[in-house]
Every structure is written in structure tokens, then in C-alpha cells.
């Protein structure tokens, strides 16, 4: 790789046809997952179809929006990881699931506890209304006056 590469002016003229959306060199790098120098040469060397304005200042750089495909890279492919996303939320899913189950069923058994003590607070409830009763009827009917 050269060191103070100097781009020339041949191969890189300004569109010609009106119909090629041009997008910045910043941006197609960004697109392609590369650094704006390596898509500069690209565009200088012709491997990728773009142009290059002269200013006094500096050169603006542009590539075809058409010639923005992905390239071929170590990164896994998206489906890839949208698969990986998946296999995540489905495994939280599942570990909720568990949770929500375990925690129905101390829901089941505390619901029992609570049926089981009132069926004792009834029948207590029932001998105490008994036990009151008793004393306040009198012993004998004549006793009523």
C-alpha cells in the first residue's frame, strides 16, 4: 500500500447521465463496512463506479448509489442474526414461561391454604353462634315475661 497516495484525475470525471443517484464517499463507506480511503481508491482505480469533484480546498469524492451491494465479509449474514436474536427472546420466553408457571402453582397451593382455613372459620363461627345462643335463651318458657 502506497503512503501519501495522491489520487489522479483520470477515471473519476463527474456523471455524465443525470439518472445515477450519487451518494458520498462517507456514506457508500459506511454502506460497504469500509474506510472512506479504501473506497477512494476504489473509485480511482475504477473497481468502483464513482467520481471525484475538484475544489480549490479539497476533493469531494461520490459513489453510485447502484454500485452499493454489500460485500462479502467475516461478519455473519443477517439472517444469521436475526436467528441469534430469535433463539435469545425465545429463551427468555421460555424462562418466563417457567416462572410464570412455578409462581401459578404457589398461587394454587396458598388458594387452598386460605379455602381450608375459611371452611375452619365457618365451622368455628357455627359453635360459637351455638355456644351464644345457649345462654341467652332462657331455661324455662315462663321465664320469657
Same mark, same amino acid.
Request: proline share 9%; no cysteine; aromatic share 6%.
Given at each position: 500500500?502506497?503512503?501519501?497516495?495522491?489520487?489522479?484525475?483520470?477515471?473519476? =470525471? &463527474? *456523471?455524465?447521465?443525470?439518472? #445515477?443517484?450519487?451518494?458520498?464517499?462517507? !456514506?457508500?463507506?459506511?454502506?460497504?463496512?469500509?474506510? /472512506?480511503?479504501?473506497?477512494?481508491?476504489?473509485?480511482?482505480?475504477?473497481?468502483?463506479?464513482?467520481?471525484?469533484?475538484?475544489?480549490?480546498?479539497?476533493?469531494?469524492?461520490?459513489?453510485?448509489?447502484?454500485?452499493?451491494?454489500?460485500?462479502?465479509?467475516? =461478519? &455473519? *449474514?443477517?439472517?444469521?442474526? #436475526?436467528?441469534?436474536?430469535?433463539?435469545? !427472546?425465545?429463551?427468555?420466553?421460555?424462562?418466563?414461561? /417457567?416462572?410464570?408457571?412455578?409462581?401459578?402453582?404457589?398461587?394454587?397451593?396458598?388458594?387452598?391454604?386460605?379455602?381450608?382455613?375459611?371452611?375452619?372459620?365457618?365451622?368455628?363461627?357455627?359453635?360459637?353462634?351455638?355456644?351464644?345462643?345457649?345462654?341467652?335463651? &332462657?331455661?324455662?318458657?315462663?321465664?320469657?315475661?
Amino acid at each position: 500500500m502506497e503512503k501519501n497516495w495522491i489520487p489522479s484525475d483520470e477515471g473519476v =470525471e &463527474p *456523471p455524465t447521465s443525470p439518472k #445515477r443517484v450519487p451518494v458520498s464517499a462517507a !456514506v457508500a463507506a459506511k454502506h460497504l463496512g469500509w474506510d /472512506v480511503r479504501k473506497v477512494r481508491k476504489a473509485i480511482a482505480r475504477g473497481e468502483l463506479g464513482g467520481f471525484s469533484v475538484k475544489h480549490p480546498q479539497r476533493r469531494s469524492w461520490y459513489v453510485y448509489a447502484d454500485e452499493l451491494r454489500p460485500q462479502p465479509s467475516s =461478519e &455473519p *449474514p443477517p439472517q444469521a442474526e #436475526r436467528s441469534s436474536a430469535r433463539q435469545d !427472546v425465545e429463551s427468555e420466553l421460555r424462562a418466563e414461561n /417457567v416462572a410464570l408457571k412455578e409462581a401459578n402453582l404457589l398461587l394454587l397451593a396458598g388458594n387452598a391454604r386460605l379455602q381450608a382455613a375459611i371452611t375452619e372459620l365457618n365451622a368455628a363461627s357455627t359453635n360459637f353462634q351455638d355456644a351464644v345462643s345457649l345462654f341467652m335463651t &332462657p331455661g324455662h318458657p315462663g321465664d320469657l315475661d
